[in-house]
Each structure stands twice: as structure tokens, then as C-alpha cells.
């Protein structure tokens, strides 16, 4: 038997739309990181005194850093809408006997989603 | 560190994953606000309130957890993302890199927020 | 006068053709076959073998979408051959090729030999430590709901075609090994979840998984291979974190 091997394509992810998508998804994660970067150095010039604060919210209100939250906003949309999704395949909660149907574990993370984002924008925004 | 340490990588990746999927779009939606001058935001992100807010005990713990785990969500999918992608094979160097990354940025973030 | 003829209806099968110590690659090649609007590929496959060209090797075998043997690569998608209608490319050409992934053992014929080791080091059967009990094993339905969908794999392979890590290394278990490996953790008879998991949780089983979830998308019994091996991770992780939180307690 002399079988032939196709060799792997280098560009797998580039091949079809699931698999861009899927990368997509994978790279949302330098955004949140970068995100999460982006805190710190808040905390950091908080730290500093007034001026670094500044100084610092002055730079996040560029335009570079305007465009920088618009495309950082739709990758965690992103992250947050496939996360969700794919909640139910990890977790299987039963209720008694019965499985509790996937749309209703993707609902309850929904309206975790909506309540923690009203909390933190009040704690934020009021006091 | 590559692969026997897997369920402890995992569990940071999807920790981090949730903890940044709830609360990130918020952040971001906040951060626009200011840029616009939207709906109070620059008072409520002036210096003193800020520190303030931030200062509090719970508030710090919520900081070190948003920050902390987004980077270990980060590092656990890149270095899938830059092995299968890129095609390199899965080593200690790259689990180091990515690891390395997310634990520095956390000692950082410690440091911080003990400063404030 | 005689009436015009109107030509019946033809659709193009591009087959990807290898013969081994003919061929030094695979190459297409394009047949002309009738077009019917209930046929599949399969029926446009055998038509070929018994009309046009003899010498097209394929498997298959229950024509109805429960053996797993006729999994093959249409227009670049895994499908099963005998549930791909051929109105669903006319009038355009269909790409047949075998299964992604594998070696090329024949024209559409794959080798399955390392699917096949794999299944057996998964132990796909029930595993008893105690003695079984005097009569029945019985078993409730709510039992059986725990692990029945896995159950339904028909080893078609289709998942494997459609994992890219799989492509990438070709040590990785894959989704339909691992679902099997689930199906049999979770049924109630069994006792054998520590000997699967030195596989299923070892470098090669669940963690090499990055959740790209076309397995699961292609399955064409919704087995959901890739929830299994999600719930493998979780429950990988859950043994970890009792080994060294509790590590007095039972492995």
C-alpha cells in the first residue's frame, strides 16, 4: 500500500469562513489583554498624582485612542456574544433529571451580562 | 509547563474569559462616554473621585481580577493562537513568553494597587 | 419531421482520483452524469462505476446515513456522500475528494488506521470492577439521557475532516474518540473513567482542543463532540484541582 499524505496548508484559518471566524474569535483576546493593559497604566498614573491622571486622560480621548476603543469594543462584543454561546457546551446543568436546554444557560449569562455592566456603570458614573 | 500543567492554565483561561466577557464592554462603553464628555463622565472621572473609588478595598480586589485574569485568558488562547496558527510547535519557550507576560503584568498590577 | 430531442439534464462530478504506483499525486477527474433531483452523490458515484469508469474506488454501504463508511470531502465540506443531494450544487460542478486529513489509500478510500488505534485506547466498552449485578443491568431513562447522545456516533469520521487541529497534529485524539470515551464515563454501568482518562486528559486528548466547534457543526448525528470534549476539560480540570486542594482524598 503506498498511501498518499496531503500535507497540512499553512493558511488553514484563511481556508473558510468557520475557521476565519474562528481566529477572529482567538484574537479577541489581544484586545482584552490589551484592555486590561490599558487599566493599569490608568491605575499607574493615578498613583503618580494629578498630573500623570491628566495627562493620561488626555491621551485615552485622542482620536487614535477613540478608534483604538471602537475596535477593542466590537472584539469584546465579539468574545462576549461566542462566549456565551459556548457556555452550555462546558457546563451541563441539570435540574433533577431534566437537562436545562442551552438557550436558557445562554439567556441567564445574557442578563449576568446586562445586570454586572448596569452595576459597574453606576458604581462608576454615580457616587 | 506545556502540557501537564494544562487543567491550572485552563482554569485562569476560562475565569478570565468570563470575568472579561461580562464586565470589558462596559469598561470600553465608559471609556467612550468620556472621550464624547457623555452623561457626567467628567466629573465623575476626576482625579479625587476616581482614587477614591478606586482606593476602596472591594474596589481593589475587583481591579486586580479584571486585569489579572484578562491577561491570563489573553496568554492561555495566544499561545494556541500562535502555535496552531503560525504553525510553531507547542513549546516551553512560547508557554513561557505568553505565562511569563500575564504573571509580570499581574506582580505589576499588585504593586499598583498597593500604591494607591 | 422528427420532434426535436431535449438533452436530459447532466451534472459534473469532479473525482479526485489516486491510483498508487500509477499516480505520483492525486489528480481530478471530471465525469458527465445524469442529473436526477433525488439522487445524492452517492447514486452519482455508483452510476459512475457502473456506467462510465470501473475503476473508481469508494466505500459505502447502508445508503441511508447510519454505517459512517461513505464520509468524503464535497465541494471542500465533510459530508456523508449518501446525504449530499445533487440538487443542492445543479448546476454547478461538484468537487468530490476523500476525507481531509487522512492518508490517501485509493481514489476516495482513506487509511483509517490511526482512527481505528485511537478508538481501541479509548476503551470503548463498559469496564467493571465489582461483580456485575444477578440479572439485568437496569438502567433509567434518566440515566440513559446522560450519555445516549454521545452514543450516537457512527465513527463516520466526518468530525476528524473537519478538525484543524487534527491537521495540524496528528498525534490530537479527536472529537469522535473523545465522545466515546464521554459516552462510556457517563453510563451508569461503567467504572472505568480512571483508565480513559490517562488518554482522554493526557497531552494528546482534550488539551490539545481549541474549541473551533466543527466537529460538532458537521456531525451528522449530533453527537456534539465538541461539548464532549468541553466537559472533558471541565471534568479534567475538577481531578486536578481535588489532587492538589485535597490531595488526601480518593484519586
Not at chain 3, 463516520?156 to 497534529?169: D, S
Not at chain 3, 488518554?199 to 453527537?223: F, M
Not at chain 3, 468541553?230 to 475538577?238: D, F, N, P
Request: charged fraction near 15%; aromatic fraction near 12%; glycine fraction near 6%.
Amino acid at each position: 500500500m503506498r498511501p498518499f499524505h496531503r500535507a497540512p496548508r499553512f493558511a488553514w484559518w484563511a481556508g473558510n469562513r468557520p475557521y476565519t471566524l474562528f481566529m477572529l474569535r482567538e484574537l479577541t483576546s489581544v484586545f482584552v489583554a490589551a484592555y486590561a493593559v490599558l487599566v493599569l497604566l490608568m491605575l499607574r498614573s493615578l498613583a503618580a498624582g494629578p498630573d500623570a491622571y491628566d495627562a493620561y486622560l488626555r491621551w485615552l480621548t485622542t482620536p487614535s485612542m477613540v478608534v483604538f476603543h471602537l475596535v477593542a469594543l466590537a472584539a469584546a462584543l465579539y468574545h462576549s456574544i461566542t462566549w456565551f454561546a459556548l457556555s452550555p457546551k462546558a457546563m451541563v446543568v441539570r435540574l433533577g433529571d431534566q437537562r436545562v436546554p442551552a438557550r436558557v444557560v445562554v439567556g441567564a449569562n445574557y442578563a449576568a451580562w446586562i445586570a454586572s455592566s448596569v452595576m459597574v456603570a453606576a458604581i462608576l458614573l454615580r457616587r | 509547563m506545556a502540557k501537564t500543567g494544562e487543567p491550572f492554565w485552563w482554569l485562569l483561561f476560562a475565569a478570565g474569559g468570563t470575568v472579561s466577557a461580562f464586565l470589558v464592554p462596559v469598561h470600553l462603553l465608559l471609556g467612550l462616554a468620556l472621550a464624547a464628555g457623555a452623561g457626567g463622565t467628567r466629573e465623575a472621572f476626576a482625579y479625587d473621585r476616581v482614587l477614591t473609588v478606586a482606593s476602596h478595598p472591594l474596589a481593589r480586589i475587583y481591579l486586580f481580577v479584571l486585569i489579572s485574569l484578562s491577561l491570563f485568558h489573553w496568554a492561555h488562547r495566544f499561545r494556541f493562537t500562535l502555535a496552531d496558527g503560525l504553525h510553531l510547535k507547542s513549546s516551553s519557550f512560547l508557554s513561557w513568553a505568553c505565562y511569563g507576560s500575564a504573571i509580570l503584568g499581574t506582580l505589576l498590577t499588585i504593586v499598583t494597587l498597593a500604591r494607591l | 419531421m422528427p420532434a426535436p430531442t431535449i438533452a436530459a439534464p447532466v451534472i459534473t462530478l469532479e473525482v479526485l482520483r489516486y491510483r498508487p504506483g500509477v499516480d505520483p499525486a492525486p489528480v481530478f477527474q471530471a465525469y458527465e452524469v445524469p442529473y436526477r433531483e433525488d439522487w445524492v452523490v452517492l447514486d452519482a458515484l455508483n452510476y459512475i462505476k457502473d456506467q462510465v469508469d470501473g475503476t473508481v474506488s469508494f466505500r459505502w454501504s447502508c445508503r441511508m446515513g447510519v454505517c459512517g463508511s461513505c464520509g468524503m470531502m464535497i465541494n471542500g465540506v465533510p459530508k456523508l456522500s449518501c446525504a449530499a443531494f445533487l440538487k443542492d450544487y445543479y448546476p454547478g460542478a461538484v468537487r468530490v475528494e476523500p476525507l481531509a486529513h487522512f492518508p490517501i489509500e485509493r481514489d476516495l478510500v482513506i487509511v483509517l488506521d490511526d482512527f481505528m488505534q485511537k478508538l481501541s485506547a479509548v476503551k470503548p466498552w463498559i469496564i467493571r470492577h465489582d461483580e456485575a449485578p444477578a440479572g439485568e443491568f437496569r438502567q433509567t431513562p434518566a440515566q440513559l439521557d446522560r450519555y445516549k447522545q454521545f452514543s450516537m456516533c457512527i465513527n463516520c469520521l466526518l468530525c476528524y475532516a473537519a478538525c484543524p487541529v487534527y491537521e495540524l497534529e496528528p498525534r490530537f485524539v479527536g472529537p469522535a474518540a473523545i465522545a466515546l470515551a464521554a459516552r462510556y464515563n457517563l453510563d451508569s454501568r461503567d467504572q472505568g473513567r480512571a483508565e480513559r482518562q490517562e488518554i482522554v486528559a493526557g497531552p494528546d486528548g482534550v488539551w490539545d482542543c481549541t474549541l473551533v466547534g466543527e466537529c460538532t457543526t458537521v456531525c451528522p448525528k449530533d453527537v456534539d463532540p465538541a461539548g464532549a470534549i468541553q466537559q472533558g476539560k471541565l471534568g479534567s480540570a475538577m481531578d486536578w484541582m481535588k489532587r492538589v486542594v485535597l490531595p488526601w482524598g480518593k484519586p
